[in-house]
T-cell receptor, first 110, second 114 residues
Framework: GIQVEQSPPDLILQEGANSTLRCNFSDSVNNLQWFHQNPWGQLINLFYIPSGTKQNGRLSATTVATERYSLLYISSSQTTDSGVYFCAVGVSGGYQKVTFGTGTKLQVIP | DGGITQSPKYLFRKEGQNVTLSCEQNLNHDAMYWYRQDPGQGLRLIYYSQIVNDFQKGDIAEGYSVSREKKESFPLTVTSAQKNPTAFYLC?????????????FGEGSRLTVL
């Protein structure tokens, strides 16, 4: 099956700093999502981005499908950004099967 | 508001007992999914269903069972055959179709087997 790797696995930032999270995948995909898992475990949808670039406030994402990677940018980080960020890719083969990456654990310190 | 409701949020059970986790959605989505998450790990697919009365095994289906009798509901039973049932269980749904695989999640159910 498809492999999804995220880097870095862990990241500690000072509040106000910027960061880039990366998601590499091993095969062609139909869709890609970024999620933020908060301390209570809930997965929050950040972006649905099979290709191109999107921005939402301090967050933006870029997917280059032909090169099999996606980037999540966090600018002016806040303590509420702490948590785990997951990339998930969808492959169609008569159905939509979604595979999750290994996650990046982000800690933003005041 | 539309969304996905999982219950219970926390559940304690003795070893050897079957437990059923509820998942209900009012998003009118065709596809529903169950994922398992262990501490510090990513999500692994247990079962998924594209339409009513149809479901397929995911990557870690052993020891679990599901049903899909209604579009809105996709309950998961953790059976006594599951060797390590203590985990965080997440239900998700998505619209059907090739490019409509955007997943939406419930708040999760945390199962602890004593």
């Amino acid at each position: 099956g498809i492999q999804v790797e995220q880097s870095p696995p862990d990241l500690i930032l000072q509040e106000g700093a910027n960061s880039t999270l990366r998601c590499n995948f091993s095969d062609s995909v139909n869709n890609l999502q970024w999620f933020h898992q908060n301390p209570w475990g809930q997965l929050i949808n950040l972006f649905y981005i099979p290709s191109g670039t999107k921005q939402n406030g301090r967050l933006s994402a870029t997917t280059v499908a032909t090169e099999r990677y996606s980037l999540l940018y966090i600018s002016s980080s806040q303590t509420t950004d702490s948590g785990v960020y997951f990339c998930a890719v969808g492959v169609s083969g008569g159905y939509q099967k979604v595979t999750f990456g290994t996650g990046t654990k982000l800690q933003v310190i005041p | 508001d539309g969304g996905i409701t999982q219950s219970p949020k926390y559940l304690f059970r003795k070893e050897g007992q079957n437990v059923t986790l509820s998942c209900e959605q009012n998003l009118n989505h065709d596809a529903m999914y169950w994922y398992r998450q262990d501490p510090g790990q990513g999500l692994r697919l247990i079962y998924y269903s594209q339409i009513v009365n149809d479901f397929q095994k995911g990557d870690i289906a052993e020891g679990y069972s599901v049903s899909r009798e209604k579009k809105e509901s996709f309950p998961l039973t953790v059976t006594s055959a599951q060797k390590n049932p203590t985990a965080f269980y997440l239900c998700a749904s998505s619209r059907q179709g090739l490019n409509t695989g955007e997943l939406f999640f419930g708040e999760g159910s945390r199962l602890t087997v004593l």
